[in-house]
């Protein structure tokens, strides 16, 4: 598989978990604005999962530019990346209509720690199976985003379990934060490798 259907796969799945996200808000019973007060919580769900599935489609995207070579090891874990974020319409679903429930905010953080760590995963596989992958080594240093926001997923899970769902919330929003600008070390080497992508299909 050429890594054009690879991400072409990718960006469709992405885009039908968007889909259903937004298919999941339920409009108010009432007719006033008042009414959509009562649904602000599922709103605000969907707004950090939405933020959050573009995130991973943004970076998704930069990295593949740096990808020579499509291997079945980057196929399954490209696939194990994405059956982690097919699972996140469901737990912002369940976080939504539950606002400030422990279990749905602590498993709502269990499967973006799961989403992360198979993010990397991919990252490492894509290394591992290039002729030559310094440069998305480079481009990714030490990972220290990588690294934080994984951090800050796991404290956020028993916080929301047995101290404040809250704390959570604002730690989920932080990771968010965190990465709403590509990392440009990634961004600039997928510019520097477009001319020879040119030049290799011409």
Known sequence: MSKTRLEAFSDGVIAILITIMVLELRPPHGTAFAALGETLPAFLSYVLSFVYLGIYWNNHHHMLHLTKRV??????ANLHLLFWLSLVPFVTAWMGENHNAP???ALYGVVMVLAAISY?????????????GAQLAAAIGGD??????????????PMALWVDPRIADVL???????????????EKSAV??????????G
């Open 71 to 76: 291997t079945g090891g980057i196929l399954w």
């Open 103 to 105: 279990q749905p905010t």
């Open 120 to 132: 990397t995963l991919l990252q490492r596989t894509i290394i591992a199976h290039q002729a030559d």
């Open 144 to 157: 220290v985003k990588g690294k934080v926001s994984i951090l800050l997923y796991v404290v956020a899970i």
């Open 172 to 186: 989920f929003a932080a990771v968010a934060l965190i990465w709403l600008v590509p990392d440009r070390r990634i």
């Open 192 to 201: 520097t490798a477009w001319p020879r992508d040119v030049n290799q299909r």
